[in-house]
């Protein structure tokens, strides 16, 4: 089956400085790669994804990267602020659809203000 | 996001004791999910039903059970609890090529 490796599982940046985190995947076949914030005692909630088709997809101050060929998909976060503290998870689907995903073991970010 | 409902949200129970978790949706969603959170491992997949009439195993199954008793309603069962299940339950929906929402997530102990 699918396996996501994450790094790191802990960040600590100083506020305002970009924060970067990385998910490696083995299945050359998934084509759709998720990523989910999840604030203490809250629920998962999906921030950005990006298709295969797609080298680089950028909402505001977050943006996703995918290098298909290495099989690596990067969160970047730029001009951090408090409020981005959270556990961060990445994702990848398995080759025969969008919808069943494997998660990535999470990095837990930490803005220091 | 209440589309996504989870009952209970805490439960504390004993060894050996059936548990079941209930999860409704109002977004319309065919799929729906249960996974399991554990600190340092991240969402692992239980069961997953793409529609009424279809359940899948996920990689964690053993020790569970689940009903699709409706599109709407995807409930999980735990028939013989144990310690080491112990864990956050979240249930997650999805339409085809959609992403996944997911509920508040049910805090499940025991003893």
């Known amino acids: 089956g699918e396996n996501v490796e994450q790094h790191p599982s802990t960040l600590s940046v100083q506020e305002g400085d970009s924060a970067v985190i990385k998910c490696t995947y083995s299945?050359?076949?998934?084509?759709?790669f998720p990523w989910y914030k999840q604030e203490l005692g809250k629920r998962p909630q999906l921030i950005i994804d990006?298709?295969?088709?797609?080298g680089e997809k950028k909402d505001q101050r977050i943006a996703v990267t995918l290098n298909k060929t290495a099989k690596h998909f990067s969160l970047h976060i730029t001009e951090t602020q408090p409020e981005d503290s959270a556990v961060y998870f990445c994702?990848?689907?398995?080759?025969?659809?969008?919808?069943?995903?494997?998660f990535g073991t999470g990095t837990r970010l930490t803005i220091i203000p | 996001d209440a589309d996504v409902t989870q009952t209970p949200r805490n439960r504390i129970t004993k060894t050996g004791k059936r548990i079941m978790l209930e999860c409704s949706q109002t977004k319309g969603h065919d799929r729906m999910y249960w996974y399991r959170q554990d600190p340092g491992l991240g969402l692992r997949l239980i069961y997953y039903s793409f529609d009424v009439k279809d359940i899948n195993k996920g990689e964690i199954s053993d020790g569970y059970s689940v009903s699709r008793q409706a599109q709407a309603k995807f409930s999980l069962s735990l028939e013989s609890a144990i310690p080491n299940q112990t864990a956050l339950y979240f249930c997650a929906t999805s339409d085809q090529g959609l992403p996944q929402h997911f509920g508040d997530g049910t805090r499940l102990s025991i003893l």
């Open positions: 299945d050359s076949a998934s084509n759709y």
């Open positions: 990006i298709r295969s088709n797609v």
């Open positions: 994702a990848c689907n398995h080759n025969f659809g969008n919808e069943k995903l494997t």
